[in-house]
């Protein structure tokens, strides 16, 4: 008989799932994902309907590890919110099947668990290509992810300085007091960057908000946005002037504005460059496209 399907909450998911263990299987899972190799994994680019009259999108990302025998679904869904919108951007659910029945074993809440598996895919695009002495850290945005950001980037590395902007002070300001530690609130993405080793783009933007003239040569570039064909976060100065990484290179071809409207060519993913195929370049600008992908293991 089938076994009793297990509903996990968002505390249980903040309570189970950690940093130190998600950074370790991430890369991974990135690793494999990378290898191609459909014994071992079976990912494909998600599906996405857009659902135009909410401005937004369901997007539909299934994955199968086959040695693990994980079979899972991720559906999530996304808006472009105005500004002053009091609705969430990003909500999620995440299943997880028997893959020989093909019941479902458990739903558990995705926005905790797409706030940290984001965050730990930069924090280790950032471990392999930020400039060796890194010490000004800049988030654009303050949502849930620019949270998530802080802190896991603070964990994991020593910055001197980290700084902010948003669109709205008062949300900078509201994230500032929410990151319990040192923040610069900035009144211009401008001057947030001017001078950044570490600048990571999590905002709701459809067009550029990050300069190429702005960012200083050698920088690395987390940018977590512009999840959509004709949506930006960075100009294309910047997009030609760094080296580009992303997670998934079909899924870069089909979804990341930022790389299809600038013409450029995807040097590694990171998961190459965790298996060894692909070298990491950190004395050069980098920008590390995140699109999102499912990664998946057990929690022991
Ligand atoms: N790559 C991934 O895996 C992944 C995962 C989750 C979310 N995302 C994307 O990351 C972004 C941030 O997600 P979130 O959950 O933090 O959202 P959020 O709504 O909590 O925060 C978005 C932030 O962006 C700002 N913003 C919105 N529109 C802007 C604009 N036009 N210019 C400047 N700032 C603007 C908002 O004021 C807010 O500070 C979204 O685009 C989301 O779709 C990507
Ligand atoms: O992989 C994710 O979770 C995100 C959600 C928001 C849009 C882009 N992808």
Redesign the pocket.
Known sequence: MAEQMVIIGNHEVQVLLHYKDLIPRLEVALGKFSKRDSAEIIQPVRSTVPLQRYNGFLGLMPAYLVHEDILCTKM?C?Y??D?GSTL???QSTVLLFDPEHGNVKAVMDGEVI??K??AA?SAISAKLLMPARAEVFTI????????SHYIVFTETFSFKEVRVW???RE??ER?AQAAHGPVRVCGS?EEAVNGADVIVT??????P?LFGQWVKPGAHVAA????RPD?R?LDDVLMREAEVYV?SREGAGAEAGDVILSGVQVYAELGEVLNGTRSAHREKTTVFK????VSYFRHQ
């Open positions: 999530v996304f472009k919110r500004s969430p951007s990003t797409t706030a598996r984001t895919v654009l945005g303050a949502g849930q992810q620019a949270l948003s669109r709205r949300s900078s994230f993405a999590v905002t709701g933007a459809s067009e908000v977590v946005g512009a999840c949506w976060e997670d995140s699109l999102g992908t």
